[in-house]
Structures are given as C-alpha cells and as structure tokens.
C-alpha cells in the first residue's frame, strides 16, 4: 500500500516534471553565454570564450557600486511595502461589513494592476508635475512647488510609492484567500472571552495568515536585484541617475548601442545565485524559529 | 568548415558562369532596362519578352531588373509591419502576407512571398532577427542593423550582392543610391563587395526655430536674426503670456529627454537645441574632425561649455521649460497643442505635430526661422548618417539574390519614378491604390533621394505654377500637390483648410522652401558606426555625459563641473574609444 | 453603561475603516478612469493633455473604429483561446505537484529531491535565446502552444498551494484512505475542496497572467494575425515612440496614425474580462469559512 503510494506520487510529479525538463532545464545549457562574447551569428559554439570578464565589467563599471545599491534599495523598500500594505489592506477589508461596499472595492483596487507601466507613468506624471494635484495641495499651504520626478531626493520615494499603489490591490487578494482559512470558531471563542477587535486581530487573524505572509516574502527574495525595469524606465531621467539608474535599465541602455545578451545573462545568473542563498536562508530562519518549513 | 568552404566554391563558380552568360545576354537587354518597365510582359508572366529571343529565360531573369522568372520563385522574408493598419473592405483575407503588394510582385516578377516572421518595426523587429540569426533559421531576406550586418558578412552567412546590383538595379535606384555621393552604399560596401541594400536617410535640413507669428504680432516683435532676438522674444512669451494661459503657465523652448531623444543629438525627431550648440561651433553626440585636425567626440569640446553656459542662464531665466527633464516627446506636443507654447526648436516637418493645435486654435500662425546665426551670419548643423538601421539581406545560398534588388527596382518605378503613370495593367493600379491610402506598409521599405524633401517642393512648386506637368513626379509628391493645391483652392475661397492640407502645405511649400534657399555651413561627421570597445565602455560614458549636461543646465552643479566632466570622460574610456575611431575613420 | 461606551467606538472605527477603504479604491480607480475619459475624448483635447477623470467633448469615435479593426477581436479571440487552455493546463499542474510535494519526507520518499528539482527551476532559467531555440525546434512557433507550455508550470504556484495543503487536517486525509482510497481520489475528494479559496487565487493568478502577458507573443509568435490581445496592443502602441524613428520621411507616417484616443479604447475594452471575473473567484473566498467551520 505505502509503495503504491509512492508510484501514485511519482505520477503526480511526472506530467510537471517534464515540461520543466524540457522548457526550464534543457536551455540552460544557454548559460555558458555568460562566459562568453555571445554574437548570434556565431552561435553558441562558436562565439568567443572570455571566462569571467562580463562579471568584471559588470562589477568593475564606473557606476556599479551606485547601480546596485540603487537597485537593492529600492527592491527592498518595494518588497517590504508589498508585504505591508496588502495585509493591511486585506486585514481592513475583513473589517467592512457592508458586503457591496466590500467586493466593490476589492474589485477595484486590483485594476491598476492591468494598465502597463508605459500607461500608468503618464498619470503619475500628471499627477507629480509642478501644476499637478500634489504640487496644488503643497502650494495651497504655501510651499516651494517641488519637482518629485526630476529630484534625487524624492524619485526613490515615488518609485516606491507608485509601485505600492498600482500593485497593493492585486497582491492583497492572496492575503483574502488566506483570512478565509481562519477557523470562526476561534472568533467567537475570544468573543465570549470579551476580546476586542484589536485584540482579535493581533492573537487570531495575524497569526493566522502569518505562514501565507512569510510565503509571499520569501518568493519576493529572489528578485531583489530586480527592481521594476519598466516603471523606472518610463519614468527616470538622466537627472536622477544617481538615485533611479538600476541594474536592468543600465544594461538596457548597453544593449542600445551593442546588443549585450553575455551581459543580460551574467547578469541573470547574478541575480539566480542571490536569489538562491536569500531564498534557502529565508527557509533556514523559517525553519529554526517555528516548526514550520517552506519547502 | 571545409565543407563549407567547398561549397562556397562551388557557389562561386556557378555564379561566374552565372556573370559570363549574364554579360552575354546583357548587351541585348541593356536596352529594355532603359525602358519603361513592361508591363504586358509581366502581365503574362511565364513568356518574357526577349529582344535577342536565344537567351534562357532564367538567366535573363537573373539579369535584368524587368524580367520575370519562368516559374514561379518562393522566397521567405522578415517583414516590418504596422499591426493596426487596416485592408480596403474588398480585399479578401487581407494581411501582410497577402496584400496588393505581393500581388504586385507576383504579376510583375512573378515571385511569391512566405512571411517568416512579422514584427512591428523597432525592438520587437529586432527581437525577431536577432533569434532568427541565433537559431541559424534565416530568411532569405530581411533587415539588419549595421551591427548584424557586420557580423553577418563576417561569418558568411549572407549573400554577395555586387553582381546583382550592377545588373538588376534599375537605373532610377542607382540614381536614387548616388544622389547620396556613394556613401550610402560604402556603408554596405566589405572588400570592395556590396552585401546589403540599405535603406537611406534623406537630408533632414537645418533645425528651425518655429515661433508662434501671432503671439509675436500681438506683442509687436520682431523677427529674429541673432541670440539675442530669440532671448527677447522667449523672455516676451513667457512673461507677458500673449496666449492667455496664466501667470508662469506659459512654457519658453520646450526639450524633451528621453533615452533616444536628448535635448541635443541627430537632427530627426524634434525638440532639441542643436542650433544653440552649433553656433558656438560645437556638434554634440558627433564624430567630428576638430580645429588641429584630428578626430574628436563633439561633446566633450570646449566649445560645448559655451552652449551649456547659454543654456543654463537660459534654463535660470524661465526661458528653458522648468519640467524639460522629465517630458517625454508626447507631452511636448501636448504643450503645443494645448497653446501654451509658441517656440520650438524642430525640422521642417513640424506642422505633422501642429495638427492639433491647428484644430484647438486655428488662428495659431506658426513661422520657422533659421536662427541663430553665428557670428558669420549662417547657421551650422552637421550631416546625418546616410542609412537608417535598415540594411536588406539576402540569406547566403539562396537560389536568386538578385530578386532582392529586382523587387526594390520595381517599387522604386512606381513609388519614386513615373511607372505608375504609364502602367495602366490592373495590379499597378492596386499597387497605386494602397500606396496612396496607406494600406499596410510596403514590406521591403522605399527609400528617397539625398535632398528628397527639395526636390518635391521644387516639383510641387512648378506644377502649381503650371510649368510642370502634376503627372511628371513621383507618385507621393502628387498626392502632396494635391493637398496643396486644395489648401491653396480653399484660402482663396475664404474657407478654413482641412488640416491634412494645412499641414501638407506648411511643410511642403513653406518649411521645404526655407530649407531649400537657406544657406547654412554644414559640418561632416566623419564617423557613424561602432568600435569594438563601444561595446562595454560606451553607456558608461553617455551615462556620464547626460547626466552631467542635465546638472548643468538646471544648475546643480556649475558650468565649471564640465572641465571635470571632460576628464573623468576621458579617463573612463573615451580616450581610447576616440583612438579607435580615429583609426577607422582615417581609413 | 460599558457596553453603550464599546459601541460608541466601534462605530467610529467603523467610520474610519470605511473612509480609508474608499478613499484607496478611489485613488485605484483614478488611472482607468483616465484611461476611460481619453477614450471618450475627441482626439485634439487628447493630445492638448486636457482629459483628466471626465472626457472632453464626448464622442464615441474610437470605439466605433475600433470596431472596424478586425484584427483587435481576432486577437481578442486568441487571447480568449489561450487564457482558458493556459489556466486549465496550469492549474491542474499545479494542483498534482504540490499534492506529493506537501508530504514529508516519511510519506514520500523523494520529495526532498522534487523540491530542490523545482526550486532550482524557479530561481534559474536559461534566458530568452536558449528557450527560443528549443521552443523553434520542437516547431512549436507561431502556435498557441508555444505560449502556454514553456511557462505551464507555475513554481511559485506550487509552493503557495503545497503550504495549503500542508494546513489541511491530517484526520481528514487519513479517513478516506481507511476507506481504501488512492491518491488521487485523496487530492479530489479531501484537499481540492478544503483548498477552494487559495485555488480560486492561482486561478486568477494564472489567468491574469497569461491575458496580460505580452512578450512571449511576440517572442514566439510569428504572423501578426496570430498575435494575443496584449500582445497586438503593445506592439501597436510601441511603434508610437516617434522619437526613435530617425527617419523624416517615417515621422510623418507615424504621427498620422498617433492616435491616443483609439489606443485608450483598446486598452480599456482589454481590461473589461478581467473586471468580469474578479467577482466570480471571490464567490470561493465564502466557501472556505464553510469549510473552515466544518474542521471543528
């Protein structure tokens, strides 16, 4: 019986398992193109061997120190934010009682989410520019008007911002999944023990979607040295290089003059490999807190 | 590889004997390639009409422009297309594949496309060929950058066109390529061979300025001639708002910076400042030959700190839009449009952006002036790159790589010659037809003379006149006339003009005739391609220099920082990328 | 006395709760609405950067040619085509690899190595050249298999459901297997039902996912009238960058067909599914108190 088990699993793996060989494992041989001066019309074979020099170049660049922790910073505040804001969101929409007034907004927060970032840039543009609503509520109470997309004091901050509100709503509905999981029982239980809703809310309903909440932080880890190519690309300007110019515009803009695939796949390999340690040491820490594991 | 090499020989051989037979027969057919094209001999298709009557219909095929094959040649082909465009209600199962196009080349060449990939035009197009060059998969003919073309020739793996040039282009694309003094073709030219048809880039002209005449009239300006007049007349825009927007809502020069549009750089696109630069004799983004003779980058001249000087004491003044850094090209436009901008830096063909204007407020008069001039009197702007980054190819072993050339022969007949007037076969007129109303895009791309834009208005000009006969011009440049001649009809009829006509007219008659008379000193950049350590060092130093260019002109650092700026640019690459180019441009 | 002071309050958080909930959903809503208003705009005002949240001169000129712009609802159909198959192939992957991949290593065997197999999968790949390369061989360019198996299997998804699964009882599991049921009629008839809510989730996921996807389309997809919706509309809008155009001559044939109004219409009439099927999935969120009742 046990054994037959193990051949019904094996079953279930198989279907899977075969695609990812196929689509995921076997082009990985591209890889090699990391080492290598990648010219399409050489081919694999027989472009030029060059060992490590594209992870020099990419670590020996006049700005890659300002590159990459443009990019760590950013992605860790956008990481934090998509854990913080959606289960808010998610804890304060359990509290709305009026069922209309609920999948209405739940429907509508998760719009953004569908207008690419080409679209949804020139709305923050209106919105940020000097004559736009902000700098019309900063006059109001008498402020200097004050330039958000062509300062590095504030680009970051509406980087990180926008991306917060074009993408809480959509990774707000794993965190509803989640509240639906909680046993009521457990409501009414603190509520006979005369709980408050605040109280409810610290002792049941967090811990509750808690293991959903490391989940979802665990699977953003991986794409720390990513940080949203396309808001930032169409939303910087050489004036905030300093603070908005990360790693995938920088080797976007390479590829303007030369088309740089070694570049773009060391680059991929780079970020895989961090990826990689962050997510089996997220899992490690999981693990040694509480009894739970990940993987 | 020796296989390979074998078979290249092999190649070679039967294309020599190819050339012996084809010179041969071309002394009997030299004629009919001056000739109209034939139209009733492509019409039947499978009987060319030969004059000697002893060649074989394949080589004459192989040989002149005209005639078509015997049976029908398939050819596989990347095409560029316009996914949006829509086909005549008529056509049946209307697509790029299927279009009065390839009917056309089918009549006349007896030729049949397979579309192996289509793509829009721009990154999706070139995603597109880089993994057809990266598969090894290719068809037999697509468009390259230079960059692919370069390391296509050098790996052999596409066709050598010399032959089929010199025997299959007509004599209307010869013209057409040495209206461009050879340099279109050099580009395309490896060890004295040619391996690609380019597509070229007509002469922009001059950048203008265009002024809003009837904020100027209203405020009782001047014309402008020199800096300070266009100081004067940007400072009265701004502050005494003659379009009523407001106080401070009134935008001076407008610039836009986005990736591939920076305040400065080539002549296309608009909403630059390229004229400031040049006056004081810097060309910015150029490979130019400097005052003791050797080959210098443009933007790290001094005279460059000149123009960043002038700009920002512009850019403190108000004169230069407070938002430039973060306006993309469309926002621009929407300024215009919007009426709170009367001064722009473009080229001629401005008025195809004015066209809302013109709806929102018709009584906007815009002028273009070629200011400012230089202590000479003149304007200085510098010559473009002759090709656009569209270089045809033909895949190496393809049975016929002349077809290439005949089918662009064919259009260029109809497109830039008089063939179309002469031609009244049933396809021709449905060729005309979707060339005229712009159904779908004509796949293997025309191209134009050097001074294309002159030439037309000088046409127009004559036919309007009544010296020249409207048929007597290409195809295009009618519809032009046209347009004008209805713009023309409905100001003398006291009518408002339609706005295609209005801007037809602006640019065609007004713009063009500017653009023609002005004189101006014309710098030759002597580099346009790129070196081998462009490719890791180049957006490294761009970086460098946009953002430093930015700092300076919106003042968060002084000019003073551009001294710094030339230093660390040097250090950091430029010196040697500047000696590679100074040995590949010596050659 | 007490009990009329905690009333008091919850009414005010209430209050609270409400304005911030609203006041979200409205600054969500903003962009569409914007979106909406351009594409109801006339086409000047639109340039002019005159539209905010309510169109300018209302017309319905861009729907009506959008209409006519058989290619649109071609794609339209495709995309249709792929997102049902795609999330169908999808969800039913997911769902029989996190089935083993939740059991310990004592229950099966060989999940360590699945695990470490998968996870490899999700942090590494080979990058666009090398996929396209087996994806042209297999000949699988230009059909809409091309866009739904070299990205079937969703890892993420996996793991997400694998830790579902994992939080079902194990009481329940083991009662249908003294009934002498096998695996998958364990899955079917114990762990589907009890996981509704975090399925109707990747569901959603996927589908989002592959009606929003662009670039594979034009990565694999070979002839225009195969294109997927996005991938139709980014190609269309994408070419409107005039400033790449080097070409005078190309300038004026772009600006002539800049149309911004047309564009917006086609993005809104694109997001319209999606708005539609938001409330059907949520309908599960219910059943999964119900069946959290049951567990007791």
Redesign the interface.
């Known amino acids: 019986m046990r054994k037959k088990k193990q051949i019904y699993y094996h079953l279930m793996m198989f279907p899977g398992l075969f695609l990812l060989i196929i689509f995921t494992f076997v082009p990985m041989f591209g890889v090699v193109m990391a080492f290598q001066n990648y010219?399409?019309?050489?081919?694999i074979l027989?472009s030029k061997w060059v060992g490590l020099q594209n992870f020099k170049?990419i670590f020996t660049?006049?700005?890659s120190r300002q590159i990459f922790s443009n990019t760590i910073i950013i992605s860790f505040w956008k990481i934090f934010l998509k854990s913080v804001v959606p289960v808010s969101f998610a804890l304060l929409i359990n509290e709305v009682e009026n069922k209309f007034v609920k999948s209405s907004v739940q429907t509508i927060v998760y719009l953004p989410h569908f207008l690419s970032w080409v679209v949804f840039a020139s709305v923050v543009?209106m919105i940020f520019?000097?004559?736009g609503p902000v700098n019309k509520v900063i006059g109001s109470v008498g402020l200097e008007p004050i330039?958000f997309?062509?300062t590095n004091q504030w680009f970051r901050k509406i980087i990180i911002f926008t991306e917060s509100w074009k993408e809480f709503g959509y990774a707000s509905i794993v965190y509803f999944a989640a509240l639906t999981g909680i046993d009521p029982g457990l409501y009414e239980a603190a509520s006979i023990d005369g709980a408050t809703r605040f109280k409810k809310l610290i002792h049941i309903t967090l811990p509750g979607i808690l293991p959903i909440i490391l989940i979802m932080l665990t699977m953003e880890l991986p794409n720390i040295l990513s940080a949203g190519f396309d808001q930032i690309?169409n939303l910087y300007?050489?004036?905030v290089?300093?603070t908005g110019?990360i790693l995938d515009t920088?080797v976007y803009?390479?590829g303007?003059?030369?088309?740089?695939?070694s570049i773009g796949t060391a680059v991929g390999l780079i970020k895989s490999t961090l990826g990689m340690i962050l997510i089996l040491t997220a899992n490690k820490l999981v693990t040694t807190f509480s009894d739970r594991r990940m993987f | 590889m020796r296989a390979k090499r074998i078979m290249a020989l092999g190649l070679t051989a039967v294309m020599l004997m190819g050339i012996v037979t084809a010179c041969g027969s071309d002394k009997g057919t030299g004629k009919s390639t001056e000739n109209a094209p034939q139209a009733e001999a492509g019409a039947e298709g499978d009987s060319p009409q030969t004059e000697t009557g002893e060649a074989d219909p394949w080589v004459l095929a192989a040989t002149d422009p005209y005639a078509p094959y015997p049976d029908t040649v398939n050819y596989t082909i990347g095409v560029t297309?316009?996914?949006?465009r829509?086909y005549p209600e008529d056509w049946e199962n209307g697509?790029?594949?299927h279009s009065a196009y390839t009917e056309f080349y089918k009549a006349k060449l007896n030729v049949q496309n397979t579309?192996?990939?289509?793509?829009?035009?721009?990154?999706?197009y070139?995603?597109?060929v880089?993994?057809a060059?990266?598969?090894?998969?290719l068809p037999d003919i697509m468009a390259v950058t230079h960059?692919?073309l370069v390391?296509?020739v050098?790996?052999d793996?596409v066709e050598d066109l010399t032959e089929a040039y010199s025997n299959c282009a007509s004599s209307l694309m010869k013209e057409i390529y040495d209206s461009y003094d050879g340099r279109a073709l050099d580009m395309a030219t490896f060890d004295g061979k040619l391996y690609a048809m380019p597509?070229t880039?007509?002469s922009?002209g001059p950048e203008f300025l265009w002024l809003r005449k009837d904020w100027m009239d209203q405020l009782g300006l001047k014309e402008p001639e020199t800096l300070e007049d266009v100081e004067a007349i940007v400072t009265a825009f701004v502050e005494r708002d003659p379009g009523n927007n407001g106080a401070g809502?009134t935008v001076g020069i407008p610039l836009?910076?986005?990736?591939?549009?920076f305040l400065y750089g080539?002549y296309?696109?608009a909403y630059k400042m390229n004229n400031v630069f040049t006056m004081f004799g810097a060309c910015p983004e150029q490979w130019i030959r400097t005052g003791d003779g050797s080959v210098g980058y443009g933007s790290v001249q001094p005279e460059m700190k000149e123009g960043l000087t002038l700009l920002a004491d512009w850019y403190a003044k108000g004169l230069i839009d407070?938002?430039f850094?973060?306006r993309k090209?469309?926002?621009v436009?929407?300024?215009i449009?919007?009426?709170r901008c009367g001064s722009v830096f473009a080229?001629?063909?401005l008025p195809?952006?004015l066209?809302?204007?013109y709806?929102?407020n018709p009584e906007a008069e815009w002028v273009s002036y070629l200011v400012p001039a230089g202590s000479d009197g003149k304007v200085t702007t510098w010559t473009?790159?002759p090709n656009?980054?569209v270089y045809f190819v033909v895949r190496k072993g393809f049975e016929h790589p002349e077809l290439l050339v005949k089918i662009k022969s064919l259009t260029l007949d109809y497109n830039q010659g008089d063939a179309a007037y002469t031609d009244d076969s049933a396809e021709a007129a449905a060729y005309m037809e979707w060339v005229n109303h712009?159904y779908g895009i004509e796949f293997i791309g025309g191209f134009?003379w050097y001074d294309?834009?002159a030439r037309s208005y000088t046409h127009i000009k004559e036919a309007i006149d009544g010296t020249r006969d409207p048929q007597n011009m290409t195809a295009y440049e009618n519809s032009l006339y046209e347009s004008c001649k209805s713009y023309l009809a409905s100001v003398e009829a006291g009518e408002q003009p339609e706005k295609?006509n209005w801007i037809d007219y602006n640019?065609r008659m007004v713009a063009a005739k500017q653009m023609l008379e002005a004189d101006v000193n014309s710098v030759n950049p002597v580099f346009f391609g790129?070196t081998e350590s462009?490719?890791?060092m180049?957006?490294?130093l761009?970086?460098?220099e946009?953002?430093t260019?930015?700092?300076i002109v919106?003042g968060?650092v002084p000019v003073s920082e551009f001294d710094t700026f030339v230093e660390e640019w040097k250090a950091?690459g430029g010196d040697t990328i500047t000696a590679e180019v100074s040995e590949q441009a010596g050659n | 006395m007490g009990k009329a002071v905690m009333k008091k309050r919850i009414r005010f958080a209430d209050i609270i709760i409400y304005m911030i909930t609203i006041a979200l959903a409205l600054a969500c809503l903003l962009p569409l609405l914007n979106m909406a208003a351009i594409s109801f705009s006339n086409?000047?005002?639109a340039?002019?950067?005159?539209v905010g949240i309510l169109p300018v001169d209302f017309t319905v000129n861009s729907y009506a040619k959008l209409l006519?712009?058989?290619?649109y609802w071609r794609s339209l159909m495709i995309s249709f085509a792929r997102t049902i198959l795609g999330t169908i192939i999808n969800i039913v992957l997911v769902i029989v690899m996190a089935y083993p991949l939740s059991k310990s290593t004592r229950e099966f065997y060989a999940q360590k190595i699945y695990m470490r197999i998968v996870l490899f999968a999700m942090l590494f790949n080979g990058g666009m050249?090398p996929t396209?390369?087996v994806v042209?061989k297999l000949g699988l360019c230009d059909t809409l298999w091309s866009l739904i198996l070299p990205s079937a299997v969703g890892v993420g998804n996996v793991i997400l459901l694998m830790n579902f699964f994992r939080s079902v009882p194990k009481e329940l599991e083991e009662a249908t297997q003294i009934d002498g049921a096998n695996p998958f009629q364990t899955l079917w008839n114990v762990f589907i039902p009890m996981s509704k809510p975090c399925i109707a989730t990747i569901i959603l996921f996927c589908a989002v996912g592959h009606w929003n996807d662009y670039f594979t389309g034009?990565?694999y997809i070979?002839?225009?009238?195969n294109?997927p919706l996005q991938t139709?509309i980014q190609?269309?809008t994408?070419?409107?960058?005039?400033?790449?155009?080097?070409?005078?001559?190309k300038?004026?044939?772009y600006?002539?067909?800049s149309e911004?109004t047309l564009n917006a219409a086609k993005i809104v009439v694109s997001t319209l599914p999606l708005m539609i099927m938001y409330p059907f999935v949520t309908k599960y969120f219910k059943d999964g108190i119900v069946v959290g009742a049951v567990k007791e």
Do not use: H
């Open positions: 010219i399409p019309a050489k081919g027989g170049t660049l006049r700005d543009q520019s000097l004559e330039m997309l062509g690309y300007n050489p004036l290089y300093d110019d920088f803009r390479m303007m003059t030369k088309r740089q695939y | 297309v316009d996914p949006s829509t697509s790029p594949e579309d192996y990939f289509e793509a829009a035009d721009g990154d999706d070139r995603t597109k880089s993994m060059i990266s598969s090894g998969d960059e692919e390391a296509l050098e790996n793996l597509t880039n007509i922009g809502k836009c910076t986005t990736e591939s549009n080539n296309s696109s407070k938002e850094s973060t090209y469309a926002e436009t929407s300024l449009t919007d009426g080229g001629w063909w195809y952006d066209g809302g204007c709806e929102l473009g790159n656009q980054e712009g134009d294309a834009v295609q640019c790129q462009m490719g890791m180049w957006e490294t761009r970086t460098l946009r953002k260019v930015m700092q919106t968060e950091a | 086409s000047a005002a340039t002019a950067g005159r006519k712009e058989a290619q050249i396209y390369l042209n034009i990565l070979s002839k225009i009238r294109y139709y190609s269309v994408a070419s409107f960058d005039i400033s790449r155009v080097t070409d005078p001559k300038i004026q044939e600006l002539t067909i911004k």
